[in-house]
């Protein structure tokens, strides 16, 4: 079983920054892509980053320039730099593994989710 451990939320000023972690752990061969989603009260889910073992990386537009995805591949873990930050970006942010491979089998998994408060 893979388990998707996230830490790093929390409240900050408008302006402010805040650094997300995800670690997965479990028997784990390979991972294809990691990324963070965010879900705000009424809305829907949707992409905030992600990036593959090749270090390709695709950014929501509103993000573009303030937020930054990294990964330690060694270590599986990914990690958001989320700088300049503004109420809009208030939301749950769940971190997603895809494709995680063990053995033959592969399958996506999700984090708990960690809540990003921006407000003053």
């Known amino acids: 079983q893979v388990q998707l451990v996230e830490s790093g939320g929390g409240l900050v000023q408008p302006g402010g920054s805040l650094r997300l972690s995800c670690a997965a752990s479990?028997?784990?061969?390979?991972?294809?892509?990691m990324g963070w989603y965010r879900q705000a009260p009424g809305k829907q889910r949707e992409l905030v980053a992600r990036i593959t073992s090749g270090s390709s990386t695709n950014y929501a537009d509103s993000v573009k320039g303030r937020f930054t995805i990294s990964r330690d591949n060694a270590k599986n873990t990914v990690y958001l730099q989320m700088n300049s930050l503004k109420p809009e970006d208030t939301a749950v942010y769940y971190c997603?593994?895809?494709?995680?491979?063990?053995?033959?089998?592969?399958?996506?998994?999700w984090g708990q989710g960690t809540q990003v408060t921006v407000s003053s």
């Open positions: 997603n593994a895809e494709r995680v491979c063990s053995g033959y089998v592969c399958n996506d998994y």
């Open positions: 479990g028997s784990i061969f390979s991972i294809y892509a």
